[in-house]
């Protein structure tokens, strides 16, 4: 256990519902991140948070996807209108960025979404 | 960030070192190598990292040879729990995230 919760585990829901999947990072980490895994690849980069405010945002992310850290703490991931190309895994890492040295980021078990 | 290079797939014998190489022949002055796993079904850990120096922690060791264009990731006695996919990211932007490649299945074997 990483102390990165994700929940729920897995989602299962019909093509064109919204879902809506959180990130409870480490309490005392400014950063916060969201990945996509597909079966057989590496996460893909998704965006990340430093503190409350969203900082980058990959070209993967439609309009139809949505994130906020609302007071810097939890992060939550919306999907609109579901397809069946956004089943994957959805992670979350977080991590404390200070000075100039590097910082590892500590990622949760990841919610499973699977679009029927 | 750097391009990384890794085999797809290696074996070990439990209780013998794993060797996990990484090509990264692009690499540049301030970016630095990380390690990280993914044990089947869960999320990635981090392994270890390092920029120019070999680098030890409770986990493994990292070696990174002198012109910077490649490193080994060295699990010292490997156990049947280490059977993961292993990734080699080299990251200097930033804002740190972390671009994965497909990585090397390593699979340790009784």
């Known amino acids: 256990d990483t102390g990165v919760s994700q929940d729920p585990r897995h989602k299962i829901t019909k093509r064109g519902q919204n879902v809506t999947f959180r990130c409870d990072p480490i309490s005392e980490h400014n950063r916060l991140y969201w990945y996509r895994q597909t079966l057989g690849q590496g996460p893909e980069f998704l965006t990340y948070f430093q503190n409350e405010a969203q900082l980058e945002k990959s070209r993967l992310l439609s309009d139809r996807f949505s994130a906020e850290r609302p007071k810097g703490s939890f992060s939550t991931l919306e999907i609109q209108r579901t397809e069946q190309g956004d089943s994957a895994m959805y992670l979350c890492?977080?991590?404390?960025?200070?000075?100039?040295?590097?910082?590892?980021?500590?990622f949760g078990p990841g919610t499973r979404l699977t679009v029927t | 960030d750097a391009k990384t290079t890794q085999p797809t797939s290696m074996d070990c014998a439990e209780g013998r070192a794993a060797n996990l190489p990484c090509n990264h022949s692009t690499i540049s002055g301030n970016e630095y190598v990380y390690w990280y796993r993914q044990i089947h079904s869960q999320g990635p850990q981090y392994i270890i990292h390092g920029l120019k120096n070999n680098e030890t922690n409770e986990m493994a060791s990292l070696i990174i040879t002198e012109d910077r264009k490649s490193s080994t990731l060295i699990l010292p006695h490997a156990t049947l729990r280490d059977t993961a996919v292993y990734y080699c990211?080299?990251?200097?932007?930033?804002?740190?995230?972390?671009?994965f490649g497909k990585g090397t299945l390593l699979t340790v074997n009784p």
């Open positions: 890492a977080s991590s404390l960025v200070s000075g100039g040295a590097k910082d590892e980021q500590y």
């Open positions: 990211i080299v990251n200097g932007g930033s804002n740190y995230k972390l671009t």
